[in-house]
T-cell receptor, first 114, second 115 residues
Framework: AQTVTQSQPEMSVQEAETVTLSCTYD???????LFWYKQPPSRQMILVIR??????QNATENRFSVNFQKAAKSFSLKISDSQLGDAAMYFC???????????FGKGTRLHILP | DTGVSQNPRHKITKRGQNVTFRCDPI?????LYWYRQTLGQGPEFLTY????????KSRLLSDRFSAERPKGSFSTLEIQRTEQGDSAMYLC?????????????FGQGTRLTVV
């Protein structure tokens, strides 16, 4: 069974600084998709960034980028120039290529310090 | 279109009562998903529909849970004979295709408290 592990329940970062959230996953599949989702307080979950496992190039979306290490089954999220609006729960997630359901980690709560 | 809508936002019920939640997906999204999120955990998959067909159900979905999407538009999730362990946030999401290929859009959830 596929699992997603986020070992940092909470993290804090100073506004304008850079922070990296960690994620590891376990799968026997060779092809899959990885995601980071953001869940702000009392608001709906939104997709931050997406990575296809067959692509070696790390995905980037503005201030958000990932470090995808397929052999190590690691998928970290880097947030540059942190802003107050980045404060949220961040979930690492996995979808197998043959599946149509998202498997989420337990999340990391990110605090932004002004 | 204002996104995925879930009603009610909050529900308090007594143990043993039945409850029903509704999800209105984004128009023309043929996929609709239900997830359950308990405190300190990530969302757990419950079930999903492609149009009106329920294609997969998690083992988490006991016999007390039933979901429908009768006309391929809105969906309902019913929990019969609620237990305290059913207390959670129930999330609905919709997408125009498989979530591996397209973006899933989530609602704000229905928070269920069983007392």
């Amino acid at each position: 069974a596929q699992t997603v592990t986020q070992s940092q329940p909470e993290m804090s970062v100073q506004e304008a600084e850079t922070v990296t959230l960690s994620c590891t996953y376990d799968t026997s599949e060779s092809d899959y998709y990885l995601f980071w989702y953001k869940q702000p307080p009392s608001r709906q979950m939104i997709l931050v960034i997406r990575q296809e496992a067959y692509k070696q190039q790390n995905a980037t979306e503005n201030r958000f980028s990932v470090n995808f290490q397929k052999a190590a089954k690691s998928f970290s999220l880097k947030i540059s120039d942190s802003q107050l609006g980045d404060a949220a729960m961040y979930f690492c997630a996995y979808v197998a290529i043959k599946d149509d359901k998202i498997i989420f980690g337990k999340g990391t709560r990110l605090h932004i310090l002004p | 279109d204002t996104g995925v809508s879930q009603n009610p936002r909050h529900k308090i019920t007594k143990r043993g009562q039945n409850v029903t939640f509704r999800c209105d997906p984004i128009s023309e999204h043929n996929r609709l998903y239900w997830y359950r999120q308990t405190l300190g955990q990530g969302p757990e998959f419950l079930t999903y529909f492609q149009n009106e067909a329920q294609l997969e159900k998690s083992r988490l979905l006991s016999d007390r849970f039933s979901a429908e999407r009768p006309k391929g538009s809105f969906s309902t999730l019913e929990i019969q004979r609620t237990e305290q362990g059913d207390s959670a946030m129930y999330l609905c999401a919709s997408s125009p295709g498989p979530v591996r290929d397209t973006e899933a859009f989530f609602g704000q959830g229905t928070r269920l408290t069983v007392v």
